[in-house]
């Protein structure tokens, strides 16, 4: 064969690859298109009705199914048990692969599978990440009731805090507290969720709770306004924005140890009100869902029905969340050592 030839042959052969891909990309959108036509989607919530994780999630799943190629109708399904990881193993397990199934669970779900959590029966970095709507910093606070005033307080005396799961960040927090900062924090377990617990505090069964700063502003906006509760703690590696006078648990940490453990166990809150599908989905059909939840997040609609629960974007992508769950894996052993003794 001549130089020529083999040149013209070349290109053709460029030309051929080019068109392949320019007719697969049109024909794979309107494969997940084709896929998710008339289909009905679940959103498994990972905790029971009225708190702020099960309205975001419901809101996201009014919303999002306008934006997945081939409009599905997306429902809600409230999953609640042992602070989200009934609804994490279900999602890694035995929920359908075919990304017909979204999930929102505790933040602290992918550091509790790193720490060795018994009941752990998934792998946070092999679900399916599809973006996140905000962080999440997490409050404990008590009644107006309470003679506990500060923090300090908190290490002096006995004070009882409403809880769910030992699982949940709503048990967790506190009791990392009482371990590293040596807190005096008694957690009363059993309510089925942040709104039991929070009416149980207003009854006087607890003096206080612990739960994420958005469940109190989507619920109770009046309580800080009226002095109802007074807010002694956050949980979060900087202070947010409506706190700025509240210490963060990470700076309550005396010595370099402490604070270093303290900002692994609170990193949770940057995974925040986060959403996923199961594993082993076909890449096209993830990529359609983060595509879509990243067009829900600046929707107006969407925008609209969050602000009227008093919440807030600071969105990351599903790629990006990916990135952040996969780097629990590159933490030194040491430092997860410690943690899983204060877990235990």
Same mark, same amino acid.
């Given at each position: 064969?001549?130089?020529?030839?083999?040149?013209?042959?070349?290109?053709?052969?460029?030309?051929?690859?080019?068109?392949? +891909?320019?007719?697969?990309?049109?024909?794979?959108?309107?494969?997940?298109?084709?896929?998710?036509?008339?289909?009905?989607?679940?959103?498994? @919530?990972?905790?029971?009705?009225?708190?702020?994780?099960?309205?975001?999630?419901?809101?996201?799943?009014?919303?999002?199914?306008?934006?997945?190629?081939?409009?599905?109708?997306?429902?809600?399904?409230?999953?609640?048990?042992?602070?989200?990881?009934?609804?994490?193993?279900?999602?890694?397990n035995t929920a359908p692969k075919d990304g017909t199934m979204l999930a929102a669970v505790s933040q602290g779900i992918p550091l509790e599978a790193k720490i060795g959590q018994s009941q752990v029966r998934y792998d946070p970095s092999k679900f399916n990440w599809i973006g996140r709507i905000?962080?999440?910093?997490?409050?404990?606070?008590?009644?107006?009731?309470?003679? @506990?005033?500060?923090?300090?307080?908190?290490?002096?005396?006995?004070?009882?805090?409403?809880?769910?799961?030992?699982?949940?960040?709503?048990?967790?927090?506190?009791?990392?507290?009482?371990?590293?900062?040596?807190?005096?924090?008694?957690?009363?377990?059993?309510?089925?969720?942040?709104?039991?617990?929070?009416?149980?505090?207003?009854?006087?069964?607890?003096?206080?709770?612990?739960?994420?700063?958005?469940?109190?502003?989507?619920?109770?906006?009046?309580?800080?306004?009226?002095?109802?509760?007074? @807010?002694?703690?956050?949980?979060?590696?900087?202070?947010?924005?409506?706190?700025?006078?509240?210490?963060?648990?990470?700076?309550?940490?005396?010595?370099?140890?402490?604070?270093?453990?303290?900002?692994?166990?609170?990193?949770?809150?940057?995974?925040?009100?986060?959403?996923?599908?199961?594993?082993?989905?076909?890449?096209?059909?993830?990529?359609?869902?983060?595509?879509?939840?990243?067009?829900?997040?600046?929707?107006? +609609?969407?925008?609209?029905?969050?602000?009227?629960?008093?919440?807030?974007?600071?969105?990351?992508?599903?790629?990006?969340?990916?990135?952040?769950?996969?780097?629990?894996?590159?933490?030194?052993?040491?430092?997860?050592?410690?943690?899983?003794?204060?877990?235990?």
């Amino acid at each position: 064969m001549t130089r020529l030839s083999l040149t013209i042959a070349t290109r053709f052969a460029v030309l051929a690859v080019v068109a392949t +891909a320019v007719i697969a990309a049109p024909a794979q959108a309107e494969d997940v298109a084709a896929f998710y036509a008339g289909k009905t989607m679940r959103m498994v @919530i990972g905790y029971p009705p009225g708190g702020s994780n099960d309205i975001y999630a419901r809101i996201v799943a009014k919303h999002i199914g306008r934006f997945i190629p081939g409009s599905p109708t997306v429902i809600s399904q409230n999953m609640p048990g042992a602070g989200s990881l009934v609804a994490a193993n279900y999602m890694a397990n035995t929920a359908p692969k075919d990304g017909t199934m979204l999930a929102a669970v505790s933040q602290g779900i992918p550091l509790e599978a790193k720490i060795g959590q018994s009941q752990v029966r998934y792998d946070p970095s092999k679900f399916n990440w599809i973006g996140r709507i905000a962080a999440s910093a997490n409050v404990t606070f008590v009644w107006k009731t309470s003679k @506990i005033m500060t923090i300090q307080d908190a290490m002096q005396h006995e004070v009882t805090l409403g809880a769910t799961g030992a699982a949940s960040t709503v048990a967790l927090y506190p009791n990392v507290m009482n371990e590293v900062l040596k807190t005096k924090f008694k957690l009363v377990m059993g309510y089925k969720g942040s709104a039991e617990a929070m009416l149980a505090m207003q009854r006087g069964e607890v003096e206080g709770h612990s739960t994420t700063w958005e469940a109190v502003q989507a619920v109770h906006s009046d309580w800080t306004k009226n002095g109802d509760i007074r @807010i002694l703690v956050q949980h979060s590696l900087k202070r947010h924005p409506d706190l700025q006078n509240v210490p963060t648990s990470v700076e309550l940490a005396t010595n370099d140890d402490d604070r270093a453990v303290m900002r692994l166990i609170m990193s949770a809150a940057e995974v925040g009100k986060a959403y996923f599908t199961a594993p082993e989905v076909p890449a096209d059909r993830v990529a359609a869902l983060r595509r879509a939840f990243d067009k829900m997040i600046k929707d107006p +609609a969407f925008v609209k029905d969050l602000i009227a629960v008093h919440g807030e974007v600071d969105a990351m992508t599903g790629e990006d969340l990916q990135k952040q769950i996969a780097e629990l894996d590159t933490i030194p052993a040491p430092l997860v050592a410690r943690a899983q003794a204060i877990y235990k």
